[in-house]
């Protein structure tokens, strides 16, 4: 079983569409949890990142953390085209060296379409 | 804030040669970069992280004599893949931290092809 699992879709919704992107991870040792959004031939973009289980708004966006059960979720409402990106969820966990390090879903492909 | 850049963003380099890629941070100074490579279809794989001053740290599988890290100052990093082979192709992708990397702001990458 790998550390963090993400369909990686792809997934097409209509444009408005409620958008919901989900990852499940085996590591208990994850502090801080990420989303980032990678345009083709591009770096990741960082979205969010939340640190306890909860919500957190940013706009359009929501993240969501369930520690206890190791999921967590990106919610987009008001979807657009401009949303149509591969996203990454991404876990850091602290190396023995004192940094923190971090580990990635696929990636799930999102299509908006107009 | 936050932006990291790479150079080159796509480099074609014949096989045995060695290709130097550079990642800065423009408006910060970051204590710790990373390198990560992506295949096409793939997550990123972290590489090795390095810090300001000190040899970089690599994973387990990734060769330090071929991939060759120098962090020389807070906003600089350099990869060298060294002896450059087909299979070496692949999206580099840098990224740069000051909170020792829990978060991390990544460069646009660079796409290395080595015919």
């Known amino acids: 079983q790998k550390e963090v699992e993400q369909d990686p879709g792809p997934l097409s919704v209509p444009e408005g569409a409620i958008v919901s992107l989900n990852c499940t991870y085996s590591n208990s040792a994850f502090q801080y949890f990420m989303w980032y959004r990678q345009y083709s031939r591009k770096g990741p973009e960082l979205l969010m990142y939340t640190y306890s289980s909860g919500n957190k708004e940013d706009g359009r966006f929501t993240a969501q953390v369930d520690k206890s059960s190791k999921y967590i979720s990106l919610f987009i409402r008001d979807s657009q085209p401009s949303d149509s990106a591969t996203y990454l969820c991404a876990m850091s966990s602290l190396t023995g060296a004192g940094s923190y390090q971090l580990t990635f879903g696929k990636g799930t492909k999102l299509s908006v379409i107009p | 804030g936050a932006v990291v850049s790479q150079h080159p963003s796509w480099v074609i380099c014949k096989s045995g040669t060695s290709v130097k890629i550079e990642c800065r941070s423009l408006?910060?100074?970051?204590?710790?970069m990373f390198w990560y490579r992506q295949f096409p279809k793939q997550s990123l794989m972290l590489m090795a992280t390095?810090?300001?001053?000190?040899?970089?740290?690599?994973e387990q599988g990734v060769e330090k004599d071929k991939f060759l890290i120098n962090h020389a100052s807070l906003t600089l990093s350099t990869l060298t893949v060294t002896s450059a082979h087909p299979e070496d192709s692949s999206f580099y992708i840098c990224?740069?931290?000051?909170?020792?990397?829990?978060?991390?702001?990544f460069g646009p990458g660079t796409r290395l092809t080595v015919t």
């Open positions: 990224s740069a931290s000051v909170t020792a990397g829990y978060e991390q702001y």
């Open positions: 390095s810090n300001e001053g000190s040899k970089a740290t690599y």
């Open positions: 408006d910060f100074q970051a204590t710790t």
